[in-house]
């Protein structure tokens, strides 16, 4: 039994719908499947005083209680997204956009240009700009959509543009 049986057991058991908020919505297909997207940052701003509070406490026992961080090596990553989707209000959880750069992904903030490989180590660069573009604020269930799997959504359409996916695919193979 994985991780997803056991967070349906627990809606149930709590008498919530397991897509009851927009973050689940894009997280949880319609027939109850999870394609393995979660939260995995580098950075997290939390309220501390929510996890220690009650319902993330009764969640994390439960979760706990199944064995599965030992026998099937459950994240916290998972947890800790599911948990904020299942007991918090979309309203209440916020992504920030902020220039940031890990591996092969990189912003170079809000409404900035996109950034691009420049250094001959293979780095990301942003257009010169004397500051970073700044932070925003937006929905982290519009964000948790760009895990999904690929459907050809006018959404993924817009962020997979054909000369963007040659451009990554011809970076690969040179490399």
Not at 19 to 48: G, H, P, S
Not at 80 to 96: K, N
Not at 159 to 166: A, G, K, N, V, W
């Amino acid at each position: 039994v994985n991780f997803m049986h056991h967070f349906l057991l627990y809606a149930r058991l709590q008498g919530l719908h397991p897509r009851r908020t927009e973050m689940l919505q894009a997280l949880v297909e319609k027939n109850f499947k999870w394609y393995q997207q979660c939260l995995m940052l580098d950075m997290e701003i939390l309220r501390l005083d929510w996890f220690r509070g009650g319902a993330y406490q009764d969640f994390f026992r439960y979760m706990d209680s199944a064995g599965g961080f030992w026998l099937h090596r459950w994240g916290n990553n998972p947890v800790r997204t599911f948990a904020v989707g299942l007991l918090l209000e979309d309203r209440q959880v916020r992504s920030l956009t902020l220039p940031y750069a890990h591996q092969d992904f990189c912003s170079c903030g809000p409404s900035a240009p996109p950034c691009r490989r420049g250094s001959p180590t293979g780095g990301f660069e942003c257009e010169a700009a004397e500051r970073p573009a700044g932070i925003a604020a937006s929905d982290l269930a519009e964000g948790l959509l760009d895990l999904q799997p690929w459907r050809g959504t006018a959404r993924q359409r817009r962020q997979h543009r054909p000369e963007l996916i040659r451009e990554f695919v011809s970076e690969q193979l040179a490399g």
